[in-house]
């Protein structure tokens, strides 16, 4: 992923855990990165409908799509405990019987490395 390390590499250098500030520098609570995605989605001319939890939610389905396992999931959007099968989990496995598993994860993984 060379073009998220130089993102990264770019970014000024900080004490804080996280690289994504507020404009004076200090780390987004919940809510605050919350109203400034709203904010920038209407800047941009969106639709209400778009929200950093929808985005966040489009990731989670898109990782378990490629095959990433509950722990993996975890991991990667810091959830701390194993939640019930939820609705993403179950298109997942119906795309995966309509399809095959393996067919949709090789279509999935050479689209995500096209980008």
């Given at each position: 992923?060379?073009?998220?390390?130089?993102?990264?590499?770019?970014?000024?250098?900080?004490?804080?855990?996280?690289?994504?500030?507020?404009?004076?520098?200090?780390?987004?609570?919940?809510?605050?990165?919350?109203?400034?995605?709203?904010?920038?989605?209407?800047?941009?001319?969106?639709?209400?409908?778009?929200?950093?939890?929808g985005l966040r939610k489009a990731a989670a389905t898109y990782l378990a799509e490629l095959g990433f396992?509950?722990?993996?999931?975890?991991?990667?959007?810091?959830?701390?405990?194993?939640?019930?099968?939820?609705?993403?989990?179950?298109?997942?496995?119906?795309?995966?019987?309509?399809?095959?598993?393996?067919?949709?994860?090789?279509?999935a993984l050479a689209h995500l490395l096209t980008r």
């Amino acid at each position: 992923m060379p073009r998220l390390q130089a993102a990264i590499d770019a970014m000024p250098a900080s004490d804080h855990l996280t690289f994504l500030v507020t404009a004076q520098g200090k780390p987004f609570t919940a809510a605050g990165f919350g109203n400034y995605f709203r904010d920038t989605c209407h800047e941009a001319g969106l639709p209400e409908r778009c929200t950093s939890h929808g985005l966040r939610k489009a990731a989670a389905t898109y990782l378990a799509e490629l095959g990433f396992t509950d722990h993996q999931l975890m991991a990667w959007f810091g959830w701390s405990y194993r939640r019930h099968k939820s609705t993403r989990e179950r298109q997942t496995e119906r795309r995966w019987r309509v399809r095959g598993r393996s067919s949709f994860q090789e279509q999935a993984l050479a689209h995500l490395l096209t980008r």
